[in-house]
């Protein structure tokens, strides 16, 4: 009878021990996922100096229509922050693996157009900031 109880408590330690284990496995897989689902941020300056190195990029403005018009980084395409879905940024943007440089006016909407892009595929997706850093000349859409 005590050999039989012994067994049973070792079969129920070691079942105990083995969710504890492959529940631990699992939360750390989670982890390293949302490492590698993420963006790079740098400043400005930084940006340009790797867009300069950088042979095939997209440089994607993600304020609305009106301020990009206004005046944008050359060689800049525009998706609207707030409403851009991921079919808008695969018309734009065809390769997933393609370095990706965003910006905005001052930081905050490139950094949540990182995390949506991140979000729908792409794996090279750098947030640069915002234009109010950048200090070259602008180019601007001509109205009619």
Request: proline letters at 1%.
């Amino acid at each position: 009878m005590c050999y039989n109880f012994s067994m049973k408590k070792f079969l129920f330690v070691s079942i105990f021990l083995n969710l504890v284990l492959i529940a631990c496995f699992a939360k750390e897989v989670k982890i390293k996922e949302a490492v590698v689902n993420t963006f790079k941020s740098v400043s400005m300056q930084e940006g340009i100096k790797l867009m300069a190195d950088d042979k095939d990029f997209i440089l994607l403005d993600v304020r609305t229509p009106e301020e990009f018009a206004s005046g944008h980084i050359p060689g800049a395409v525009q998706l609207t922050n707030e409403t851009f879905t991921k079919e808008d940024a695969e018309k734009v943007i065809k390769n997933k693996k393609q370095s990706i440089y965003v910006y905005c006016r001052s930081g905050r909407r490139s950094k949540q157009s990182s995390q949506k892009l991140v979000e729908f595929g792409y794996v090279n997706v750098i947030e640069i900031g915002g234009i109010l850093e950048y200090a070259e000349k602008l180019e601007r859409n001509e109205t009619k």
